[in-house]
T-cell receptor, first 114, second 115 residues
């Protein structure tokens, strides 16, 4: 089955700086890669996703890049703000399967230092 | 929170007792999922449902059972709770199965402690 590794497990950055979280996956059949943000006391919430036919996707201060050859994808947050402090999860699954085949990374706790 | 209510939000129970967690949705979504979240493991799928009375096992289903008698309710039962089942449990829903535009929407979780 799929194995998703996520690094780092914790990350602290100064407010206004950029943050990068990286994930690698093992199954070459995976081609859908979502990112979820989990705030304290709440459930994860989808913030951005990318499919394998796209190398990069941006949404305001958030971007995701995908390198299918190397089997890794990354989340980039620019101009970080205090409200970006949360736990972030990457995930991967094959396109012809449903969310029952979605494999999550172990999470990154991001802390924005004012 | 996409119309998902989990109950209870917190529960402490003793080893060997049965426990049922409830997930209620108001979105009329076909797919419902139960995950557990543990430090160092991320989110792991326990069971899922693809319709009324249609359920299947996930990655970590041992010791758990589920039932779905109505579209809006998905119950997770620990027949005889063990300390290893201490965790935060999340319910999730999605409208479609094997489709791109089918993200998971999560509830706010149930924190279960087995003493």
């Amino acid at each position: 089955g799929e194995n998703v590794e996520q690094h780092p497990s914790t990350l602290s950055v100064q407010e206004g700086d950029s943050a990068v979280i990286k994930c690698t996956y093992s199954d070459s059949a995976s081609n859908y890669f979502p990112w979820y943000k989990q705030e304290l006391g709440k459930g994860p919430q989808l913030i951005i996703d990318i499919r394998s036919n796209v190398g990069e996707k941006k949404d305001q201060r958030i971007a995701v890049t995908l390198n299918k050859t190397a089997k890794h994808f990354s989340l980039h947050i620019t101009e970080t703000q205090p409200e970006d402090s949360a736990v972030y999860f990457c995930a991967a699954r094959p396109v012809n399967f449903g969310n029952e085949k979605l494999t999550f990374g172990t999470g990154t706790r991001l802390t924005i230092i004012p | 929170d996409a119309g998902i209510t989990q109950s209870p939000r917190h529960k402490v129970t003793e080893t060997g007792t049965p426990v049922t967690l409830r997930c209620h949705q108001t979105e009329n979504h076909r797919y419902m999922y139960w995950y557990r979240q543990d430090p160092g493991h991320g989110l792991r799928l326990i069971h899922y449902s693809y319709g009324v009375k249609d359920t299947d096992k996930g990655e970590v289903s041992d010791g758990y059972s589920v039932s779905r008698s109505k579209t809006e309710d998905f119950l997770l039962t620990l027949e005889s709770a063990t300390s290893s089942q201490t965790s935060v449990y999340f319910c999730a829903i999605s409208p479609l199965g094997a489709a791109y535009n089918s993200p998971l929407h999560f509830g706010n979780g149930t924190r279960l402690t087995v003493t």
